[in-house]
């Protein structure tokens, strides 16, 4: 049975979704690329300074989530995105073209705060168009673009790099934004009323269902008072955390690994590809079972404690072993990138629709400021230090103390009426 229109909504939204999150991260982790390319030494500027200007990206990331998700709620998903596409397509071109310090850093704050929105706006979007027992595997799937992304783009940039520059490889890489927001205006509407390609029979259904999962919420609930929340400040300060090990992990892990081994760039992006292609199975993986279950904390904390105990193994060797210190950065890696579909499935499932959308921004902007603190803190340790590999035990205990706050967080499970698992209407059938 598929009186919901599983099967249409699944292939018709989530590709589009997938590479519009999937194109916004190239200008986030190519970064690291052109730092460990020559970045510093073309503009001559210190490698303190790098470390600022690719953490000022997440600073302008903080300042628009919750007005973005307020917009993409009460408003229009399709046209903030739209328009966030084609400013963030051309600032991430002008990374190569800018000749100083001043005006990079400018770019950066400015991109950060373009795509700001971007995120929130897609998890509200997925709100609108997937149901509880879906929401864990569609939030993987846009989150997907991540991994699979800094996957892609390790081995490209790198070798656009070896071939063109890296000034080049900026613009080249920002173009592609601007061409799938076009896109993206052409084949996405905000809700389902909105679209053809559904009967009046399946749209009534499909609000049916979503109204229904509402009603195991006592009332709406105004979203300030969601943001003061016991829960909602724990996934904050948990995802706080947890960003400034990842971020400080995806950025600086090219610069470290040629580094540690003294490969060329080319190289380099294939080595550092490799934790990537773990986190997509795992991500997956984690995903399915979290939907099937509906016990979201348990796909999430246990992943962070291994990725931490390999970071801090990874550590511990130092450059004294490459290869095994690899081995534990690819599982470090795709333990970090494991948990994210089921975590974003948390906050719909205990704040009502009135609230979630503004809950997940602000849990997101204190990623941002996760982020800009793992960037810059991990960069100035290698900066002041000389030893590539010191930020690892700053992520690992940002790691731990992360996955020990997701335990505190009350996930409560909704009655199965409110959801129902076993009815042809929530599943991809």
Sequence with gaps: MNSTGARQRWARLIPIVFIVYSLAYVDRANFGFGAAAGLSKTLHITAGTTALLGAMFFLGYFLFQIPGAHYAETKSAKRI??????????LASLTGLLPNITLLIIDRLLLGAVESVLFPALLVFNTHWFLKPERARANTF??????????????VSGFLIGAIGWQAMFVLEGIPSIIMAFVWWGLIQDRPQDVGWLSEAQKKEFGQELAGEQKAFAKPQQFWTALKSRDVLLLAGQYFLWSAGIYGFILWLPSIVKAASGLGIGMTGLISALPYLLAIVLMIGASYFADKSLNRKIFVWPFLIIGSIAMYA??????????LAMLLLVIAGGCMYAPYGPYFAIIPDIIPRSASGESMAMINSMGALGSFVGVYFVGYLAAVTGKPNDGFLFMSLCLIVSAILTMLVRSHREPAASAPRESGKARLS
């Design 81 to 90: 995105i739209f328009w966030g596409m084609i400013f963030w397509g051309i």
């Design 314 to 323: 990874s550590f511990a060797i130092g450059v004294h072993n490459f290869v």
């Design 142 to 155: 846009l989150i997907l673009g991540n991994p699979v992304t800094v996957l892609w783009m390790s081995v």
